[in-house]
């Protein structure tokens, strides 16, 4: 009779052991890889955000970028009539996108997502895209101005939902009376100058760029990359080049556009280490919608826009644009 062997409870344990140590060690690399992963694929979907832009802006004679006031303009005659800047929000911007399909609801959103009210569109309503009617996108009116983007199913409120990750540059065009050119003028475009060092669209940052209170340490944000108690994001910059950053304020980023000084009355400008006291041109906070140019006229930062408010917007022109307060600027 032929004898049979097996293992021992000790031989057992031991091959136990040995697989639990194994597993110990591998699992905090594997972690480390699925979040390098996570990282790249996120870098390339905010590089394909811009892509589709610098596409569609390829396509006017202007080279500019989407813009939702171009798209659909004040009154009722397609590609006609006055910019209605009342609509260059950014819940209407990714929503003419998505419309268009030039990009689609799951490029918005980061792999990395941190946040519970950020989500997929999986519901936009591709059939309110209706050029004949004078509507645009899943949420836009016909024949008027409109400052909502709340009526369509892709949303961009981070305090309740929204269909992003990402945050870019506020759409908003100069105060009537400045002298300086404003930053849509200069970077919503193809081949825009000095494109190397403008970061136009990424992972979305602390609120206010602040890092000295409760808005930096309980960020979402500080999960989205890395470790949880710094930020870490994908930046994409006007020439097309990711950079993972850790810093609020890129290399090579002023506060006012081309070298010029800041605007009266703006103490905020070049406050930072890195100014000079002649010109008080400093290291730009990406996140920080500074002082007396916080209408976007000419202070670059990121942040998601929901809506847009503006005095006298039926004329087609006014003195300024102003992003809406109420809770209508997100950043966390």
């Known amino acids: 009779m032929k004898k049979q062997h097996g293992f021992t409870l000790i031989e057992l344990l031991v091959v136990m052991a040995i697989i639990a140590l194994l597993l110990g060690l591998l699992l905090p690399a594997l972690a480390k890889a699925r979040a390098t992963a996570r990282q790249v694929k996120d870098g390339t979907q905010v590089q394909q955000i811009h892509k589709a832009w610098v596409t569609k802006g390829s396509e006017n004679t202007r080279g500019t970028f989407p813009l939702p006031g171009e798209v659909n303009r004040i009154g009722n005659l397609p590609g006609r009539g006055n910019e209605d800047e009342a609509k260059n929000s950014h819940t209407n911007l990714y929503s003419c ?13 980061s792999p990395s997502e941190s946040s519970g009210n ?41 305090t309740a939902l929204s ?18 050119p404003s930053r849509r003028d200069l970077q919503w475009r193809v081949g825009a100058t000095s494109g190397s060092r403008f970061p136009i669209v ?23 990359h890395g470790a949880l108690n710094e930020w870490e994001g994908n930046l ?33 400008c070049g ?23 916080q209408d976007g006229a000419t202070d670059a930062y990121l942040c998601l826009v929901k809506k847009i408010k503006a005095t006298s917007p039926a004329a087609g022109t006014f003195s300024k644009s102003e992003i809406d307060d109420g809770g209508g600027v997100n950043w966390d």
């Open 271 to 293: 406050s930072v280490a890195g100014s000079t006291t002649t010109s008080k041109l400093g290291f730009d906070n990406i996140f920080k919608a500074d002082g007396t140019v």
């Open 97 to 109: 996108c998505i419309a268009q399909q030039f990009i689609s609801p799951q490029i918005l959103v």
């Open 202 to 224: 990424g992972n979305r940052g602390v609120k206010n760029g602040n890092t000295t209170n409760d808005d930096y340490t309980k960020s979402k944000t500080l999960a989205i």
């Open 236 to 268: 994409c910059y006007n020439d097309d080049h990711i950079m993972f950053a850790r810093t609020f304020f890129p290399e090579g980023m002023s506060c006012v556009p081309n070298g010029m000084e800041p605007p009266a009355g703006d103490t905020t």
């Open 163 to 180: 269909g992003t990750s990402y945050a870019s540059m506020p759409l908003l065009m100069k105060d009537s009376t400045s002298k300086v």
């Open 118 to 158: 950020v989500a997929v569109c999986s519901n936009y309503d591709y059939t309110k895209y209706k050029p004949a009617e004078d509507i645009y996108w899943d949420g836009d009116k016909a024949n008027q101005t409109s400052n909502s983007g709340d009526e369509g199913n892709f949303k961009t409120d981070l």
